[in-house]
T-cell receptor, first 109, second 113 residues
Framework: LAKTTQPISMDSYEGQEVNITCSHN???????ITWYQQFPSQGPRFIIQGYKTKVTNEVASLFIPADRKSSTLSLPRVSLSDTAVYYCLVAEGFNKFYFGSGTKLNVKP | EAQVTQNPRYLITVTGKKLTVTCSQNMNHEYMSWYRQDPGLGLRQIYY???????DKGDVPEGYKVSRKEKRNFPLILESPSPNQTSLYFC????????????FGPGTRLTVL
């Protein structure tokens, strides 16, 4: 049983803000939520992680509501180079990781 | 340069012929892990290691073995490969203080005929 559910694909245009939502209804108390980015023929790359509320770094923001059953990755002003697959994953403690199927983001000019 | 390396990058083999995919990291990370990636299924964790001589099963360990004799190396062993193990394999590592930030290798594409 998948621990996370996210849209299969999304389209956007350059300069827009993109929000990708992930559902994790069965998240456990100790689980963190982490997002990765993957380009074709490369390994995933860490973007951001959080436990609750809002987390922001230089590339993205992560919003987690109080019930923690979902999370939203926000990418400000996307460019063509942000075209990639984005994975939401739940970590069981800090050792076991469950990747979702990923959201393929296509940024158009 | 801080990195995770995997060898080989591409491998075609036949059913039942034992193989090893090597993984090495130069970041002195305690934690290492192996994943397989299949179309439509995302990445699934095979095994992980929290430190030398400490390994545990991930989500899909059947048909695989691992060992962690040195901190920097975490080889993945397929004793008797089968066609359903045809996949893209990734090794990853992280430090104990980095929570869930894993650093991934470039991947090994394995085909079992």
């Amino acid at each position: 049983l998948a621990k996370t559910t996210q849209p299969i694909s999304m389209d956007s245009y350059e300069g827009q803000e993109v929000n990708i939502t992930c559902s994790h209804n069965n998240i456990a108390t100790n689980d963190y939520i982490t997002w990765y980015q993957q380009f074709p023929s490369q390994g995933p790359r860490f973007i951001i992680q959080g436990y609750k509320t809002k987390v922001t770094n230089e590339v993205a923001s992560l919003f987690i509501p109080a019930d923690r059953k979902s999370s939203t990755l926000s990418l400000p002003r996307v460019s063509l180079s942000d075209t990639a697959v984005y994975y939401c994953l739940v970590a069981e403690g800090f050792n076991k990781f469950y990747f979702g199927s990923g959201t393929k983001l296509n940024v158009k000019p | 340069e801080a990195q995770v390396t995997q060898n080989p990058r591409y491998l075609i083999t036949v059913t039942g012929k034992k193989l090893t995919v090597t993984c090495s990291q130069n970041m002195n990370h305690e934690y290492m892990s192996w994943y397989r990636q299949d179309p439509g299924l995302g990445l699934r964790q095979i095994y992980y290691s929290m430190n030398v001589e400490v390994t545990d099963k991930g989500d899909v360990p059947e048909g695989y073995k691992v060992s962690r004799k040195e901190k920097r190396n975490f080889p993945l062993i397929l004793e008797s490969p089968s066609p359903n193990q045809t996949s893209l394999y990734f090794c990853a590592s992280k430090g104990t203080s980095s929570y869930n930030e894993q650093f991934f290798g470039p991947g090994t594409r394995l085909t079992v005929l």
